[in-house]
């Protein structure tokens, strides 16, 4: 592909991911509850924290983790929550513990307001596969991040959806994380590549809601006709009107030593 279709290709994949959260912005907190319950426990399994811990929360959404994470830690200053979509901050700034800064990650740290600027922990929570440019993140996140922090990032795996149909499943997109640790490594920082699991009680039918309204991005190439047929697929697979899901993350923990 011609350098300048692959870059309009990238811009409009960009735009489309911007659109999708522009538009479930509103009920985003609904369709994703059991999913940021479950995201609290392995962040507070895989780091520390104390009061005085400093978040900077990359592509951060309706400031749900943070918000989170500030309460059960009763943090003294507010987490940054940096996000390129107006809808998912106007909750964000609801919410008590946030301070929301419009941008994408690559805009955030190629930005002034972000030199000189220093934080004890970074989280990239399910948004690494929307960067156009990893590069310039983890060097921005080797810039702020402090000599004892710790930058926790994680991604989804078809397992960390309550329920996909098969067609949806397929179209998963994977995360390359070798391609990610060297990346990390070019920045001089270490990283860790693990997996974590968290089991939740899911009402089936908030599973049947999360893939009509299309809670994964890629979710929306599917017309409601194939949702409804995924579901069929699903509802004669489980039985029961509540589900025991294990959602699995894959997290990459990154450090300066
Ligand atoms: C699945 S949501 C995750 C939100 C939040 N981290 C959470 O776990 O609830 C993905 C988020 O990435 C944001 N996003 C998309 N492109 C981005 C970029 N280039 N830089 C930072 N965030 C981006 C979207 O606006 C969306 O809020």
Redesign the pocket.
Known sequence: MAVIEQLQSKQSA?QL??NH?SEIGYCYDNL?GGF?SA?ISVISRQLQFSSTETVL??????G??GHLLSKKYSLQAPVIC????ES?LEIAKKKEGIETVLA???KFFSSKESKGKTFSRILV???YH???DPALVFEGVARMLTQDGVCLLLCTTPDSAPLLFQKARQLFQFVDYPKIVKLVESQGLRARWISDHEKRMLAKEDCFSFLRNRGYSSLSSFTDDEIEDGIKELDEQYKDNTIEAVYTFNIVIITKY
């Open positions: 960009g991911v911007i959260y994703y940021s995201v929360d990359i592509g951060g959404g309706t749900e983790i940096v996000d390129p979509v998912m994408t990650a690559e929570i399910r948004c929307h960067f156009k």
